[in-house]
């Protein structure tokens, strides 16, 4: 199956790791991240402030772990993308900021449940 219409018109599909660099670069930059290091051409990091991304190249697609490093307990989860599935980087950008708003949610929780019962 062909290469996606937006990676299609900006690499040419001979290059596997062009694909995945261009792909975890649409991401961050969707994200308001810098883009990672040239040299990191097979694993890429991204720090939100409050997740950690790492992406991982695999033949035919990229692995994500997200990380919470910050909390009490240490949160992840890893979404799989296939290039012949079409992947979007919006959506993969849209899954990262609700993952990260998940974890502000929780973290408001805590606190609210701290402030309680200080009170009494």
């Known amino acids: 199956m062909?290469?996606?219409l937006w990676l299609r018109s900006q690499l040419p599909a001979e290059s596997p790791?062009?694909?995945?660099?261009?792909f975890t670069d649409a991401v961050a930059r969707l994200l308001e991240l810098p883009?990672?290091?040239p040299?990191?051409?097979?694993?890429?990091?991204?720090?939100t402030g409050r997740v950690w991304m790492v992406w991982r190249f695999k033949n035919g697609g990229?692995?994500?772990f997200l990380e919470r490093p910050y909390g009490e307990f240490r949160d992840g989860v890893t979404v799989n993308v296939q290039w012949h599935?079409?992947?979007?980087?919006e959506v993969?950008?849209?899954?990262?900021?609700?993952y990260v708003r998940?974890?502000?949610?929780?973290?408001?929780?805590?606190?609210?449940?701290a402030r309680l019962l200080r009170r009494r």
Not at 102 to 113: A, I, K, V
């Open 35 to 37: 883009p990672a290091p």
């Open 85 to 89: 599935q079409s992947p979007d980087p």
């Open 2 to 4: 062909p290469l996606p």
């Open 17 to 22: 790791t062009r694909t995945f660099v261009a």
């Open 92 to 98: 993969v950008a849209a899954m990262v900021r609700e």
């Open 102 to 113: 998940r974890g502000r949610r929780e973290q408001r929780r805590r606190c609210w449940l």
């Open 62 to 64: 990229a692995s994500l």
């Open 39 to 47: 040299a990191e051409v097979y694993e890429r990091r991204y720090d």
